[in-house]
C-alpha cells in the first residue's frame, strides 16, 4: 500500500513570491492534515481537510490556505512568503479523523530566500 | 490551550541500556496521544496511540505507557537503529489538530 507523498520534495523561492504544495493520501484515506515543522517551534498544526471542506485551523495567518480535491488530494498555498517561513511542511492522512492515527509524507522543505 | 513538554530534549545511551522518555502533557478532554519517530529529513513514523489513563501498547523493544498527566516510552535494550528524535503529540476536545512535543532527541552508542 502506497504511503503519503508529497510534491515537491525541495523548493527554493525568494520573499514576496507564492508557493503551493502538493498532498496525496493514502488510498481510502479522506483526511488529510498539514503542518509545519521549523527548529524553533517544532511541529504546528496548520489545518485540517476532509470531504473537501476545511474542517480545523491552527493559528496562522490568512497567508496560509489549503484545498482538498474530490478525489482527497490536497494543496496548501502560501502567499507572500516571508523569510520566516522556510520549513519542512508535512501532510498527514487519516481514515475520517484526525483522531484517528495519521500517517506523515516525507514531506516538502521550502528555503525562502 | 493542550500543551506538550518532553523530556529530556537529548539523550545519549550506550547498546543495550534501558531508559524512559517522558511526555507531560495538559488537554482538555484527550482524545488520544501519539508517539511518532522522525529520522533526519523524513517525515514523522507512527509507532503508537493510547487513548485511555492505564493503557499500554508494546512493539519490539519499544513499550508506551500513559497516566492521566504524562506518558512514557520505554525503550528496553537499545539498538544503534532505534536512534532517532521520538515525537510525542497529544488530540484534544477542542478538535484543532494534534498538538506536539518538541521531541527527545535519542542518540544509541554501539
Known amino acids: 500500500k502506497a504511503g503519503v507523498t508529497q510534491t515537491p520534495r525541495y523548493l527554493i523561492k525568494t520573499r514576496g513570491q507564492q508557493v503551493t504544495l502538493s498532498c496525496s493520501p493514502i488510498s481510502g484515506h479522506r483526511s488529510v492534515s498539514w503542518y509545519q515543522q521549523t527548529p524553533g517551534q517544532g511541529l504546528q498544526f496548520l489545518f485540517e481537510y476532509f470531504s473537501e471542506t476545511q474542517r480545523n485551523k491552527g493559528n496562522f495567518p490568512g497567508r496560509f490556505s489549503g484545498r482538498q480535491f474530490s478525489n482527497s488530494r490536497s494543496e496548501m498555498n502560501v502567499s507572500t512568503l516571508e523569510l520566516g517561513d522556510s520549513a519542512l511542511y508535512l501532510c498527514?492522512?487519516?481514515?475520517?479523523?484526525?483522531?484517528?492515527?495519521?500517517?506523515f509524507g516525507p514531506g516538502t522543505r521550502l528555503t525562502v530566500l | 490551550e493542550d500543551q506538550v513538554t518532553q523530556s529530556p530534549e537529548a539523550l545519549r545511551l550506550q547498546e543495550g541500556e534501558s531508559s524512559s522518555l517522558n511526555c507531560s502533557y495538559t488537554?482538555?478532554?484527550?482524545?488520544?496521544l501519539f508517539w511518532y519517530r522522525q529520522d533526519p529529513g523524513k517525515g514523522p513514523e507512527f509507532l503508537f496511540t493510547l487513548y485511555s489513563a492505564g493503557e499500554e501498547k508494546e512493539k519490539e523493544r519499544l513499550k508506551a505507557t500513559l497516566t492521566k498527566k504524562e506518558s512514557f516510552l520505554h525503550i528496553t535494550a537499545p539498538k544503534p537503529e532505534d536512534s532517532a528524535t521520538y515525537l510525542c503529540?497529544?488530540?484534544?476536545?477542542?478538535?484543532?489538530?494534534?498538538?506536539f512535543g518538541k521531541g527527545t532527541h535519542l542518540i544509541i552508542q554501539p
Open positions: 498527514a492522512s487519516s481514515f475520517f479523523q484526525s483522531t484517528d492515527t495519521q500517517y
Open positions: 488537554v482538555s478532554g484527550l482524545r488520544g
Open positions: 503529540a497529544v488530540e484534544g476536545g477542542g478538535a484543532d489538530g494534534l498538538t
